[in-house]
């Protein structure tokens, strides 16, 4: 039955942890996956979830199958987080959220219902994008093509490229959009560029998917977030996947979400009623813990502010991770500028380093990033940066 079955190519993100978990290099650093490690370079877990956890540990309850769209509690936290508590699409209830398995899951809902409503429509995604997107979408049955966005001689966001594909689209084409934290090159586009973007999906009336993993990476939690806002002042009807592995530090927990703004509220019950049929025939309904632990932090004051605080604690980081690595590749006898490594956001910075020296990186230092040459700067810390720096230094 499988003698003819081929191999799979190793996951261009996932797999590198495989690589990095055999690698017995004692001063390999994992900066592959998006995942951020404190100064001390573990894992952390944050407080406001303890806190969390700790309750739902001394009221323990029952474990019965959850509604397929998960916990109400949950997708209501997740809709005020994403539109605004008092914004008027949440108020008027056309919003149809259901939690999903990870960020991941919630894009996964999207495209199997947009292959349904829309199975003719071509799939856009950013070049280059989040190595995934292609994939999921090219497996819910779509053609996936690309729309330019990062130039590398600029350094940073071929907009006029991006601007001139989505209003030369056709029709009804699903473009996937990250809200804030470009994944894999840190470069986001302006405000202004945003309403540009807007204009144009509403000029070529595309379908926007925005795909946003990094809420509070960026900025803050209000300022990544407000483009969701541009697109419901602009009067569109659009999908959002959103996800808590990051922000909460949940990884394993697949905590995500997929919401789709709808015209009424009528419409979004029946939206709702389709992505419960893609849940049911992919996973029938989804697990209770991480989605709990999380309703229960953003709908509690205190433990919200908790998060928002530790929150901060990981952006600040970063932040001076990147300063701290442009500063270390100087020292290390690095030439070139690499100051833009401070211009990017979010957990990546996309070093411009060619396949070639990834993999030298990888295999003479043991300092694994993506092919791409994409590094996750929040798993750097005080005692990884010399060696990262170094080998750095010596591959360029
Ligand atoms: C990443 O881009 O590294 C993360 O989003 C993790 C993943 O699932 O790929």
């Given amino acids: 039955l499988f003698s003819a079955v081929e191999m799979a190519p190793r996951d261009p993100i996932l797999g590198?942890?495989?690589?990095?978990?055999?690698?017995?290099?004692?001063?390999?650093?994992?900066?592959?996956?998006?995942?951020?490690?404190d100064d001390k370079g573990k894992l952390p877990l944050l407080q406001c979830v303890q806190i969390a956890e700790k309750a739902m540990m001394e009221a323990p309850k029952p474990?019965?199958?959850?509604?397929?769209?998960?916990?109400?509690?949950?997708?209501?936290?997740?809709?005020?987080?994403?539109?605004?508590?008092?914004?008027?699409?949440v108020k008027s209830g056309r919003v149809a959220t259901a939690q999903g398995i990870g960020g991941t899951g919630g894009l996964k809902i999207g495209a199997d219902f947009l292959k349904k409503?829309?199975?003719?429509?071509?799939?856009?995604?950013?070049?280059?994008?989040?190595?995934?997107?292609?994939?999921?979408?090219?497996?819910?049955?779509?053609?996936?093509?690309?729309?330019?966005?990062?130039?590398?001689?600029?350094?940073?966001?071929?907009?006029?490229?991006?601007?001139?594909?989505?209003n030369t689209a056709a029709e009804g084409t699903i473009v996937v959009l990250?809200?804030?934290?470009?994944?894999?090159?840190?470069?986001?586009?302006?405000?202004?560029?945003?309403?540009?973007?807007?204009?144009?999906?509403?000029?070529?009336?595309?379908t926007a998917f925005l795909d946003m993993a990094y809420q509070g990476f960026g900025h803050g939690i209000v300022e990544d977030g407000?483009?969701?806002?541009?697109?419901?002042?602009?009067?569109?009807?659009?999908?959002?996947?959103?996800?808590?592995?990051?922000?909460?530090?949940?990884?394993?927990?697949?905590?995500?979400?997929?919401?789709?703004?709808?015209?009424?509220?009528?419409?979004?019950?029946?939206?709702?009623?389709?992505?419960?049929?893609?849940?049911?025939?992919?996973?029938?309904?989804?697990?209770?813990?991480?989605?709990?632990?999380?309703?229960?932090?953003?709908n509690n004051p205190e433990l919200r502010a908790l998060w928002e605080k530790e929150l901060a604690e990981m952006r600040v980081r970063i932040?001076?991770?990147?300063?701290?690595?442009?500063?270390?590749?100087?020292?290390?006898?690095?030439?070139?500028?690499?100051?833009f490594i401070t211009t990017q956001i979010g957990m990546f910075s996309y070093s411009g380093l060619s396949k070639d020296q990834m993999v030298r990186l990888r295999n003479e230092f043991g300092v694994y990033g993506t092919d791409t040459g994409r590094m996750c700067v929040a798993a750097l810390n005080s005692q990884n940066i010399n060696h990262v720096c170094a080998s750095i230094a010596k591959v360029l």
């Fill in 63 to 89: 474990r019965g199958y959850l509604p397929m769209d998960g916990v109400a509690a949950y997708d209501a936290a997740v809709k005020t987080l994403v539109f605004g508590a008092d914004s008027e699409p």
């Fill in 16 to 37: 590198l942890n495989e690589q990095f978990n055999a690698d017995t290099n004692p001063a390999k650093v994992n900066l592959g996956v998006g995942v951020y490690y």
């Fill in 117 to 166: 409503l829309s199975p003719n429509a071509k799939v856009l995604i950013s070049d280059p994008s989040w190595e995934n997107h292609r994939a999921l979408f090219a497996q819910a049955g779509f053609t996936v093509e690309s729309y330019p966005y990062y130039d590398a001689a600029k350094r940073g966001v071929n907009f006029d490229g991006m601007l001139a594909a989505l």
């Fill in 226 to 298: 407000a483009v969701i806002g541009k697109f419901v002042a602009a009067g569109l009807n659009f999908f959002v996947s959103t996800s808590f592995s990051k922000s909460f530090s949940l990884y394993g927990e697949r905590v995500g979400a997929l919401s789709v703004l709808c015209e009424s509220k009528e419409e979004a019950e029946r939206v709702l009623s389709q992505m419960k049929v893609v849940i049911r025939t992919n996973y029938s309904n989804p697990q209770i813990h991480g989605a709990t632990v999380v309703a229960n932090v953003l």
């Fill in 178 to 206: 990250h809200a804030c934290c470009h994944n894999p090159t840190g470069y986001d586009i302006t405000s202004t560029q945003w309403d540009q973007v807007i204009a144009a999906v509403k000029a070529r009336k595309l």
């Fill in 319 to 339: 932040k001076a991770m990147r300063q701290k690595l442009v500063d270390g590749l100087k020292a290390a006898g690095v030439k070139e500028d690499m100051s």
